[in-house]
C-alpha cells in the first residue's frame, strides 16, 4: 500500500479498518460546531450523496497519511480548492479555528475507536500520532504552531473547544440527512453508523442530536466492542489494512478523485459539555 518502508505511528494507526467505524462520530463531532454545521449545510448534501462525501474524506485521510510527498500535494490541492468555495455570512472553511477543529476531530476518532478496538497507544505513540495528526490542517494553511503540541495539550484544547459546542437546527436536521439518506438502500449501512456513533458520542452530545439510547443499547455496543476487540486484532494485517490499500490503489490509478460540485454556487470518546448548552427534543429516530 505504501510505497515507503517507513511505517510510522500515523500511518500505521491510519491503515487500520475499523477505524471507518468512527466515521459517524466524527461527523456529528464536526457540525456540533455551529459555523461547521452552517457551512456543511449550504454547501454539502448528505442526504443524496452520502458516500460521495465519505469518499472524499477518506481520500484526504488515506493520501495525507500513505500517499508520496506528490500524491499529498495534489490531494491537498484538490481539498484546498474545494474548501476555498465553501465560505459564507459568519463561516470560512478555512478559517484557522475551523481547520483545527475539524482536524483535532480526525485525531480524536480515530484515537478513541483504535484504542476500543485494536489496542491502547503508549504515550510515545500518542505523541507521534498527533504530531502526524497535524496534517489534517496545515495542509490546508493552519500555521504549525496552533496545533497542539504534545496529548496534554491537545487534551486541554479538547475540553475547551467541546465546551463551546452547540447542536442547532442545522446540526440535527444534517445529523437525520446522514442517518436517513434518500436512497434507501443505504438504510442499513447508515443505521449501523447511527448505533456506533450513539455508542460512541458522550450521553450528553448523543442526546442533543436526538440519537435514541437506552440501557440495552449500550450494553449491546459494549458487546459488540468487546467482541471486536478480540477478534479484530488477530486477522490477517492485509485485510485489516484493505478499506486503505483499495483507496490508495484507486487515488493512484485516477491521480486523485473528482471533485463532488457544491450543492450551491459560492458565496453564499466524546466531548466534556457544559450542562444545558444546545437544543434538545428533534430525533435523529
Request: proline share 7%.
Amino acid at each position: 500500500m505504501d510505497r515507503s518502508s517507513d511505517e510510522s505511528t500515523f500511518k500505521r494507526i491510519n491503515a487500520e479498518g475499523a477505524l471507518l467505524a468512527g466515521a459517524g462520530y466524527a461527523v456529528l463531532l464536526q457540525i456540533a460546531h455551529p459555523s461547521v454545521a452552517r457551512g456543511v449545510a449550504e454547501h454539502s448534501d448528505f442526504a443524496s450523496r452520502p458516500l460521495d462525501r465519505l469518499r472524499g474524506t477518506l481520500y484526504y485521510v488515506y493520501g495525507s497519511a500513505h500517499g508520496t510527498p506528490e500524491e499529498r500535494e495534489r490531494v491537498h490541492a484538490i481539498v484546498r480548492a474545494i474548501h476555498r468555495r465553501v465560505r459564507g455570512p459568519g463561516y470560512n472553511a478555512l478559517d484557522p479555528e475551523l481547520l483545527l477543529w475539524v482536524a483535532a476531530t480526525l485525531h480524536r476518532s480515530a484515537l478513541h475507536v483504535h484504542e476500543l478496538t485494536v489496542a491502547a497507544l503508549s504515550e510515545e505513540e500518542r505523541e507521534e500520532f498527533l504530531r502526524g495528526s497535524a496534517v489534517y490542517a496545515t495542509a490546508l494553511g493552519l500555521p504549525e504552531r496552533e496545533w497542539p503540541r504534545s496529548p496534554a495539550e491537545f487534551d486541554a484544547y479538547w475540553e475547551r473547544a467541546c465546551a463551546r459546542l452547540e447542536v442547532g437546527p442545522q446540526a440535527r436536521a444534517l445529523a437525520g440527512e446522514l442517518f436517513w439518506p434518500n436512497n434507501r438502500l443505504l438504510w442499513p449501512l447508515t443505521l449501523t453508523q447511527r448505533f456506533l456513533t450513539g455508542g460512541l458520542l458522550d450521553p450528553e452530545l448523543r442526546s442533543e442530536f436526538g440519537i435514541p439510547w437506552s440501557q440495552a443499547h449500550q450494553r449491546g455496543f459494549d458487546r459488540l466492542m468487546g467482541f471486536v476487540r478480540v477478534v479484530y486484532p488477530r486477522l490477517p494485517r492485509a485485510v485489516r489494512t484493505l478499506p486503505a490499500a483499495l483507496y490508495m490503489r484507486s487515488l493512484r490509478r485516477n491521480k486523485g478523485w473528482k471533485a463532488p460540485k457544491p450543492k450551491r454556487p459560492a458565496g453564499a470518546g466524546g466531548c466534556p459539555r457544559v450542562p444545558g448548552r444546545g437544543s434538545r427534543g428533534n430525533r435523529v429516530a
